[in-house]
């Protein structure tokens, strides 16, 4: 017997640390930051604390203009979790960021059809509650 969508568990949330709560503060106040190598200057993303390029334990924030082109997507039909069962399905994309990063997010509208290697897109912000914002893309 399988559960109803109002038996479902929650999505699990983000744990935060002192190397990533920058980043989650930025997207709640609407802002791609990420961490810039004190050593070597390099943009790194996911937030961690130490570059693996210099191997510098130096780093500050520096705000994105979350404008990219689509490298890679998926269609999700079976959640990897019980708490999405509710939103399948769901694209996710993988974006080349014009500062060279990459960044996954939720299509907004979820609709595959119109997407291509090297489409542009621009992130967007899901407020999910007071507390947790998440990236996302639209189509440009």
């Known amino acids: 017997m399988s559960a109803s969508h109002d038996q479902l568990p929650e999505k699990p949330r983000p744990e935060y640390s002192d190397e990533n709560q920058p980043y989650w503060d930025g997207l709640r106040e609407h802002k791609l930051l990420v961490?810039?190598?004190?050593?070597?200057?390099?943009l790194r993303h996911y937030p961690r604390p130490l570059c693996d390029g210099c191997y510098s334990l130096e780093y500050d924030?520096?705000?994105?203009?979350?404008?990219?082109?689509?490298?890679?997507?998926?269609?999700?039909?079976?959640?990897?979790?019980?708490?999405?069962k509710r939103e399948t399905p769901y694209v996710t994309v993988t974006v080349d960021l014009a500062e060279g990063l990459r960044l996954q997010g939720v299509l907004e509208g979820n609709d595959a059809s119109a997407l291509a290697i090297g489409r542009e897109v621009e992130l967007t912000f899901n407020d999910v509650d007071a507390e947790l914002t998440l990236p996302g893309f639209r189509l440009v």
């Open 61 to 84: 924030w520096t705000e994105l203009s979350g404008s990219g082109k689509v490298h890679s997507w998926t269609v999700s039909h079976h959640p990897f979790h019980p708490g999405f």
């Open 35 to 42: 961490q810039r190598c004190g050593g070597c200057n390099t």
